[in-house]
């Protein structure tokens, strides 16, 4: 009945790596353009669903802390974002929950990442 395990992990990586890249295209339009102090601009949440584009707001800086771990991901802070099969919060605030993907998601996350070496 339930769809395979490492299956259901592996398309929500796939989901959540797709809104990483568009995340990464967007920065330095986001770095440019927005003038508050300290600037804070829209994201896309990047949890598993491919129809969820809700945006989600971090400084530069957050969204940095978050982009230097190949397996962490921001989401919009609610448990409607959140993928327990697959993901598990390690820093939550008003703003944003920073999750990281577990198992073969993570594996997945790690080889999608745009700026692994590998
Ligand atoms: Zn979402």
């Not at 395990?5 to 920065?27: D, G, I, K, P, W």
């Not at 989600?56 to 919009?76: K, N």
Request: charged letters at 30%; a negative charge; hydrophobic letters at 35%.
């Amino acid at each position: 009945m339930s769809p395979d395990v490492s299956e259901l992990q592996e398309r929500a990586a796939h989901n959540e790596s797709r809104y990483r890249a568009l995340n990464e295209r967007m920065e330095p339009h986001n770095v440019v353009h927005v003038w508050v102090d300290p600037p804070m601009p829209d994201w896309i949440c990047e949890c598993a669903s491919t129809e969820c584009m809700k945006p989600v707001r971090l400084t530069i800086v957050e969204y940095e802390a978050v982009r230097a771990e190949s397996t962490h991901f921001f989401v919009v802070p609610s448990d409607d974002h959140l993928s327990p099969a697959v993901e598990h919060v390690v820093q939550r605030n008003e703003r944003y929950w920073v999750v990281e993907k577990i198992g073969e998601a993570a594996e997945v996350s790690e080889e999608l990442d745009p700026r692994s070496d590998s």
